[in-house]
């Protein structure tokens, strides 16, 4: 058979999506090559919960359905040939090698993986002869590796060329004379230049210092009532901060996407908007999802934990560390407005922790972790979704998948944080979602910002300044 491309395929390009197999087949064109090592390393990531055991247990039904065509050896290497049969087909050379070159001696055991998996790859450029060979691999330095091996590589999906800015919130200039008529304008009339992901304006009056804040709303100008807005336990403190609990609040938006710095609150502004909202008895409860990449390197089961269980704490700092903020503001606020506040003692540790537990069994505050998702439904809740930058999109897809309509979902992550090696950020579910944002859709209502501004204090803003990719 003579096919356009070969393609040899590390590990984590099945484990991200075992259907990648498929893909990169496209109707048999391209021959397909599993070194030995990449079945290994499959096999012992079936056992788990997570979404990557997952993707390794499909690979592993994807193979049920082959049949074996040869069996030959070349040298020291043996080939089998496998054709996978089904609504999608994929022609598949299994590849192993009786004994390796590579010395194994003081070498990492992942290290010696990769070095085996390239050797296949070498001989596979010289086998091959007639096609072309590629080596895939979302792993920047196994590709590198590659490169210096003369073995040409790509990441599969995802490159700068994808890199995009959109304008969430846009500026424009507006006559003072022509204010009046902005709530409930067409956009368009004011910006001929919207788009859609163009989802918060500030209307900068003419020879003013007035500034107007508006969300745009089925193509119309709504005005932002900054008093509502802010009206919560914690108060929104800069213009991105206001347009993100806008949203939070509006009944409009049911799907909100953020990526915002350390620092910028958005864990804090999301908790404290879903609050209000439960207080006011559109849901009820909140539902706080976290992908953890402790789990997933380990295995553990980490299991649906609602209450103040050890775990519970454990996998989910942001969020504990929120609604401590949140009862301690709340109590300051109360103990302003009183008189003789002198004589009002602060709140002690204990009193805080139980608070806090008074305040999640009150608001229904549960916390779910993705490996646990799968065949659950979620109704009439307020769904955070945090540390989206170490998701898959697969991962997204399923627990997005696990939410009915009478949700609000808020999904928050930087791609400056990504600790998931196997997504980058041209191929987590965060980038996917804000580019999603580039067309309307019929389907749900979505919101979308970033975050840039750090309040936390000055040494997050440093820190965030002195180690960003422009100053280096």
Not at 461 to 468: G, T
């Amino acid at each position: 058979m003579i096919f356009e491309k070969v393609y040899v395929l590390d590990t984590n390009i099945l484990l991200e999506d075992a259907s990648n197999i498929f893909k990169i087949s496209d109707d048999n064109k391209n021959l397909i090559v599993l070194p030995e090592t990449v079945l290994d390393e499959i096999d012992t990531k079936k056992s788990g919960f997570d979404e990557i055991n997952f993707q390794a247990r499909e690979f592993a039904r994807i193979l049920e359905n082959s049949e074996i065509l040869i069996s030959e050896k070349v040298g020291s290497y043996k080939i089998i040939r496998l054709e996978v049969y089904g609504t999608k087909g994929a022609i598949i050379d299994v590849i192993s090698k009786e004994e390796y070159t590579i010395n194994i001696k003081n070498v990492a055991p992942n290290i010696i993986n990769d070095r085996k998996i390239l050797e296949i790859a070498s001989f596979c450029d010289e086998y091959y002869k007639n096609s072309e060979t590629t080596f895939l691999s979302l792993d920047i330095m196994a590709r590198t590796r590659a490169v210096s091996l003369d073995i040409k590589t790509d990441s599969l999906i995802g490159s700068n060329k994808d890199e995009f800015n959109y304008e969430f919130i846009k500026t424009i200039e507006v006559a003072f004379e022509d204010t009046e008529f902005l709530q409930d304008a067409l956009i368009k009339d004011f910006d001929e230049n919207y788009s859609p992901y163009n989802f918060s304006y500030c209307f900068k009056v003419k020879s003013s210092d007035q500034i107007i804040l508006a969300a745009i709303k089925n193509e119309r100008i709504i005005l932002l009532n900054e008093g509502e807005v802010r009206d919560q336990v914690i108060t929104p403190l800069n213009k991105e901060q206001l347009f993100f609990s806008n949203a939070i609040l509006s009944h409009f938006y049911n799907v909100l996407i953020v990526e915002a710095k350390a620092g910028s609150g958005k864990t804090l502004l999301a908790l404290s908007g879903a609050l209000k909202l439960v207080r006011q008895k559109h849901y009820q409860k909140i539902i706080y999802i976290r992908n953890s990449v402790e789990s997933l390197d380990k295995g553990e089961d980490v299991g649906y934990l609602p209450g103040l269980e050890e775990k519970f704490k454990i996998y989910n700092h942001p969020l504990m560390d929120s609604l401590d903020y949140i009862i301690r503001s709340e109590y300051k606020k109360k103990r302003a407005n009183k008189k003789n506040i002198e004589n009002i003692p602060e709140l002690d540790d204990q009193e805080v922790n139980q608070r806090v537990e008074q305040m999640i069994q009150n608001y229904g505050i549960e916390t779910m972790w993705v490996g646990e998702m799968r065949g659950r439904t979620l109704s009439n809740s307020f769904v955070i979704i945090d540390e989206a930058q170490n998701m898959s999109n697969k991962t997204m897809q399923m627990v997005l998948s696990r939410i009915d309509s009478t949700c609000k979902v808020v999904v928050l992550g930087s791609n400056k944080q990504i600790d998931n090696f196997y997504v980058n950020k041209h191929t987590n579910s965060l980038t996917t979602l804000l580019k999603s944002t580039k067309k309307n859709s019929e389907l749900v209502n979505i919101f979308a910002i970033k975050l840039q501004k750090v309040l936390r204090g000055p040494i997050t803003e440093w820190a965030e300044q002195i180690f960003s990719s422009k100053n280096k």
